[in-house]
């Protein structure tokens, strides 16, 4: 087993976002709402025609982002947010990427929108994100959500919901019906940029840490690619990551193209 960082707490894994291009054909979404329930709170640039305002983070950034209502919103890398609130709703759109929603309890429904379902959160702190595949995660930390599918076409009416306790979580796939909540499981808490791994292939560890790295890490053979891998990583290093997985495996770190590392197998002596 390798152990590069102390276990995090809970949390949930995505491996990289999902960028805004993939998702114009995708036709779900979640509505988290908190009724009535702590970086970095830099302006930015207007989200179009609602006047909504957008925070985004850069491949490799974390933000950590007070909100006027004093809610705490975390982006992970490469995420895009837009919030516009008024006197009596708090809308936030989660365009791209991963993010975590402490939220502060004000009297105001606190709507969370990433597709086409809706979620009635009754609790404080939860995680919403995208997938590679282009499924959504919602993983609840504290208090109660209910999920719902809206039916296209018919007023946006509710037919099915799921309700999620503290330490569950729900991967809803494009065009499918909701299923059972899960567990979330023993894995790292993200926003310490740690990731748990248990005998997961190379491949998806390297997934998890190109999500942070500008330069990207590729390997060329599959057998290596399959390579089982157990431990506790901080992902945001590529250089350093790709490093421990050589001594551990046997393996050769090419830097010899600009913005690719390639991990191989060391040639027979």
Known sequence: ????????????????????????????????????????????????????TQYVSVIGQMRRIPLADGSVVTLDSDSLLSVRFDRTSRYLRLERGRARFEVSHDGRPFAVIAGNDRVVAHGTVFDVGYRDDGSIEVALLRGAI????LEPGKG??????????????????????L????????????????????????????????????????????????LRVSGTFRIVDARRLC???????????????????????????
């Open 1 to 52: 087993m390798l152990k590069d960082e102390p276990q995090g707490t809970l949390g949930f894994l995505k491996k990289s976002s999902v960028r805004a291009g993939m998702l114009g054909g995708i036709l779900m979404f979640f509505v988290l709402v908190v009724w009535g329930v702590a970086g970095d709170r830099s302006p930015t640039t207007p989200a179009g025609s609602r006047g909504a």
């Open 146 to 149: 209910d999920v719902s599918r």
């Open 179 to 226: 299923p059972a909540p899960e567990a979330i499981g023993h894995e790292a808490d993200w926003t310490r940029q740690l990731a748990i791994f248990d005998r997961a292939p190379l491949s998806d560890v390297v997934a998890a840490a190109n999500r942070y790295s500008v330069d990207k890490i590729v390997i060329p053979d599959p057998a290596v690619a399959r």
């Open 156 to 177: 946006r009416s509710a037919r099915r919901q799921v309700t999620l306790e503290p330490g569950q979580r729900l991967v809803v796939a494009p065009h499918s019906d």
């Open 243 to 269: 490093t421990r997985l050589a001594e551990v495996f046997g393996l050769t770190v090419d830097e010899s193209t600009p913005g690719i590392i390639v991990l191989r197998r060391q040639p027979p002596k």
